[in-house]
């Protein structure tokens, strides 16, 4: 009996012990039978059911204290789990009946059996996990509103990683890569997807960064990209630490100015065509001077000198100051920026009339063809200067071919809208002529490319009659009404040169080809 005895309160001890453990256990715990009835709770669950005790939710089933579509749902998960006599862990929902409020557990269930391991009910371990979930919840907003704004800035942004690998990158800067998604440059280097050289600066900015933990601000990048397209970045980098402060990549943000290079190179070729137009008018006007006499001379002199060889003489040193004096009208012409009366001008007769010329003063071994579409606008301008910057875009041309080609005179009617526009600067947007002239040459390189309408530029030998003053003149003159030429050349693969020129409001009279 004594050991009996003991042996009771060692049990009883045992289980006041246990007892206590589990009431004080901030996860929910409880135990029901086979109809779903609570046949043992702690005191979380008791809370959780908004019960003041223990012993106020025994015998009673989910149904006495959450909606009945919980309790519904509760009820067949339940009975599932002790047919099959297998465990399960989900997520639950907990309402309190009487306050309504909604919460999350984490909840695994396991089947309770008898000593012959006959299932009699099961047992559940419940944790609240709302807080968690709302914590979850919140970031996920935030992470989802930080990638909205990330992804609609234009400025290109984007992670690395310790390797300098794309671990993040926002739309601009997939399109600036060439990507059309995400997953395509997740992973890859810079040699992935830049040509090497390029590739090889901008992995020793990373390295930079990611080793000596220096961050890159501000710097001027130039990017050629994939395509062969030239692109300018404003980029700095920064290491990405953790909580420890070791470096686990980089962030980057690089701000595409492109524009912005291009309208800096405009202004100083501005400014370096104005200085030279000084210049050269100065010059021209002390050649006029100087050639005058000249010219009165040799007409003095051909009236005294009336042998073959004098004669000869004087011809030749006429041609030459004739030759100079047209040299020193280009000069003018290029100064003034083409000023002079202006009229309608039929852009298909001015074309004819630039076709008539060129069929006999090109080399027979170049093709021309013309390609003059039907009720072209009008424009407003000087015929005669307009022909005259045609007619320099056309030699200029035949003189890409030595060897012979195909040069293609255009014109159709042309409206710049607003993005063709704000593409090119100080470009007005309307109904256009587009006069293009191209030639199948050996193309130009982009840095011959950049200087082609500076004047005197040429890259002739030296002892040709070209003085570098066809195309800047051409410029000119279609500066001066209120056009713009855009060019067009690759090495190999031959010049394109578009003038654009305003027309008349309305489109003014058309003119069929």
């Known amino acids: ?60 089933m989910d149904v006495d204290f959450v909606s009945p579509e919980l309790a519904s749902q509760y009820m067949a998960d339940e009975q599932a789990l002790m047919r099959s006599g297998q465990p399960v862990t989900k997520e639950e929902l907990t309402q309190n009946k009487e306050t309504g409020e909604i919460r999350r557990s984490l909840t695994s269930k396991v089947p309770l059996k008898d000593h012959t391991g006959k299932v009699i009910g099961l047992i559940g371990i419940a944790r609240d996990i709302t807080k968690l979930k709302r914590t979850e919840e919140s970031l996920a907003r935030e992470r989802q509103l930080l990638r909205t704004l990330i992804d609609n800035l234009p400025d290109c942004i984007y992670a690395k990683d310790a390797e300098a690998r794309k671990i993040m990158a926002n739309a601009a800067d997939l399109k600036n890569l060439g990507c059309k998604s995400e997953a395509e440059a997740i992973g890859k280097t810079d040699f992935d997807l830049f040509p090497k050289e390029i590739a090889a600066k901008f992995f020793a900015d990373d390295q930079s960064v990611l080793k000596d933990g220096k961050p890159v601000i501000n710097r001027e990048e130039k990017a050629v990209l994939q395509d062969g397209e030239t692109r300018w970045l404003l980029t700095s980098k920064i290491p990405w630490r953790d909580a420890s402060g070791k470096i686990n990549g980089l962030v ?58 004098s004669l000869h003489v004087l011809a030749a040193i006429e041609a030459s100051a004739r030759r100079a004096a047209d040299t020193v009208k280009q000069v003018l012409s290029f100064s003034r920026e083409a000023e002079g009366r202006r009229t309608s001008v039929n852009p298909c007769r001015l074309a004819e009339g630039v076709v008539l010329i060129i069929k006999q003063t090109l080399l027979k071994n170049i093709r021309i063809e013309t390609q003059i579409a039907e009720n072209l606008w009008s424009i407003l301008g000087n015929p005669l200067q307009l022909h005259q910057a045609l007619l320099n875009l056309c030699t200029n041309a035949g003189e890409a071919m030595p060897e012979g080609g195909q040069l293609t005179l255009a014109a159709h009617n042309f409206t710049v809208d607003a993005h063709f526009a704000e593409l090119h600067n100080g470009v007005g947007a309307g109904p256009h002529v587009l006069l293009e002239v191209s030639d199948t040459g050996g193309g130009m390189a982009p840095e011959v490319r950049e200087r082609i309408f500076e004047p005197f530029f040429t890259t002739k030998e030296l002892g040709r009659t070209n003085v570098g003053m066809g195309l800047s003149t051409a410029l000119s003159i279609v500066k001066g009404h209120h056009g713009f030429i855009l060019v067009k050349s690759e090495i190999g693969k031959g010049s394109t040169f578009q003038i654009y020129l305003p027309a008349l409001p309305d489109g003014g009279e058309k003119h069929a080809s």
Not at 6 to 31: G, V, Y
Not at 300 to 306: D, E, F, H, N, T
């Open 1 to 60: 009996m004594d050991i009996q005895t003991k042996e009771m309160a060692d049990l009883e001890s045992e289980h006041s012990l246990l007892r206590t453990l589990i009431n004080n256990l901030p996860d929910i715990i409880f135990a029901k039978d086979l109809q779903s009835r609570f046949i043992l709770t702690n005191t979380a669950c008791a809370h959780q059911l908004g019960a003041d005790s223990v012993e106020e939710v025994l015998g009673k």
């Open 252 to 309: 980057g943000i690089g701000r595409d100015i492109t524009e912005k290079k291009n309208l800096e190179a405009e202004v100083l070729r501005a400014q370096r065509m104005e200085s030279l137009g000084r210049l050269a008018t100065g010059i021209a006007h002390d050649l006029n001077n100087t050639l005058a006499p000249v010219l009165i001379s040799v007409e003095l002199l051909r009236q005294k000198l009336q042998d073959a060889d």
